[in-house]
């Protein structure tokens, strides 16, 4: 597994500052920040482009330097196993892709002409760019894919990840999600849609998942990546295994673009509890989606609760790290499997009181301990996209 997000630049150092509960936000350091109601957000806590070196700096947009960071720790941590390129396969998904690569480069035609446009520019902004520059790290030829799906992203990664497996057309598929686009303009036009908290004041305290005084998510940025391997080839070369990947729900709501929907949430969860052989009573732990957003956090619970009940222990990254688009999906189930594997449940930060509606089991204050022996992570994404990874101690 690997990772890079605003609470450190590889897996341990998240997974660390989560559970002291540190926070990930802070002030944007920008001129141009003046200019907008909002002026946090969640940095990576490294420059992913400090970690590549200075020649495929230039022909990387952020977000692909972050994907290759934390592919190279995904990769070590598994091994690495030694595959046929024709059986290893990739799979990286994106909400916004190279979008800051396409801003920057728009700003610099219109000061200094066509001419000052790197050439570098087109396979910087694809949305396929990131899954493409993994495929080259780690030369993998069984396909490359890139499934673009708003915050649900990286989570449709893992899950077609797992499809590729099952049908025989890899033996090993990284996969993950990867996003970075703290920019003016992104962050305008989600305040303008209301969607962000605009507690300026107080960086580490305005993302609050399920808490009452919740006003919005926190816009970050960051990647995350897993090795994926099916059972009996990971089994032959005695690979660490740190968990099964069980189950997999993907749905539509077909319902609204941006709002969310309960129903359609709760469909995504029964197809992963029914692909997993499991049922609602088996599942101890939920990662929950929860951006700290007024609707969707209560939409998420009325899914939870009708899908499992309100039994299992839920917490939510996101009040630590901020919302990190088309990663989070990727980065949470590795946040998902660290809890089945350690036992421990980080604790929701910032959450003081509980709003209306909510009615989950939510760890508050402290890590948990827990003896659950399988968990879901929830990932929605505007456009009624939903994906629910189902995993299990292996």
């Known amino acids: 597994m690997g ?9 341990p150092g998240t997974w660390d500052g989560l559970l002291a509960g540190r926070s990930g936000i802070s002030p944007i350091i920008a001129p141009w920040v003046t200019r907008l109601p909002v002026h946090i957000a969640g940095a990576m806590h490294q420059d992913p482009y400090a970690e590549v070196d200075p020649v495929q700096r230039r022909r990387l947009d952020r977000s692909q330097a972050a994907a290759l960071v934390a592919a190279r720790e995904a990769w070590s941590d598994a091994g690495p196993p030694e595959v046929e390129p024709e059986r290893l396969a990739v799979v990286v998904g994106t909400g916004i892709g190279g979008a800051l690569t396409i801003l920057d480069q728009h700003d610099r035609m219109g000061e200094r002409g066509q001419r000052s446009v790197s050439p570098y520019t087109v396979p910087r902004l694809m949305p396929n760019g990131a899954s493409a520059v993994v495929s080259l790290l780690l030369g ?28 025989g057309r890899a033996d090993v598929v990284v996969a993950g999600g990867t ?33 009452r005084r919740r006003d919005g998510f926190v816009m970050s940025e960051g990647a995350g990546m897993v090795v994926l391997e099916r059972g009996d080839f990971a089994r032959a070369r005695g690979a660490r295994v740190h968990a099964a990947l069980a189950g997999a729900g993907v749905t539509s709501d077909a319902h609204d673009i941006t709002l969310p929907d309960a129903a359609g949430q709760a469909r995504a969860i029964d197809e992963a509890l029914r692909d997993a052989g499991l049922t609602g009573g088996d599942i101890g732990h939920v990662n929950a989606h929860a951006t700290g957003t007024p609707q969707g956090d209560v939409a998420e619970s009325r899914a939870v609760r009708a899908a499992v009940g309100d039994h299992p222990v839920v917490t939510a990254p996101k009040s630590a790290t901020g919302h990190l688009l088309g990663a989070s999906g990727a980065v949470e189930a590795i946040l998902t499997v660290l809890a089945l594997k350690e036992s421990m449940v980080p604790p929701v930060r910032n959450l003081e009181e509980i709003g209306d509606g909510i009615g989950l089991d939510l760890v508050l204050g402290a890590p948990r301990r827990t003896d659950a022996t399988a968990a879901l992570s929830t990932s929605f994404g505007f456009g009624g996209h939903n994906v629910v990874l189902a995993f299990t101690r292996d």
């Open 179 to 211: 996003d970075a686009c703290i920019h003016p303009l992104s962050l305008g036009a989600f305040a303008q849609m209301r969607a962000l908290s605009l507690r300026n004041d107080a960086p580490d305290r305005a993302s609050r998942p399920f808490d």
């Open 3 to 11: 990772a890079t997000t605003p609470l450190g630049a590889d897996v």
């Open 140 to 167: 993998a030829r069984a396909g490359t894919h890139a499934p673009t799906s708003a915050c649900a992203s990286g989570a449709e990664a893992i899950a077609v990840a797992a499809l590729l497996i099952r049908a």
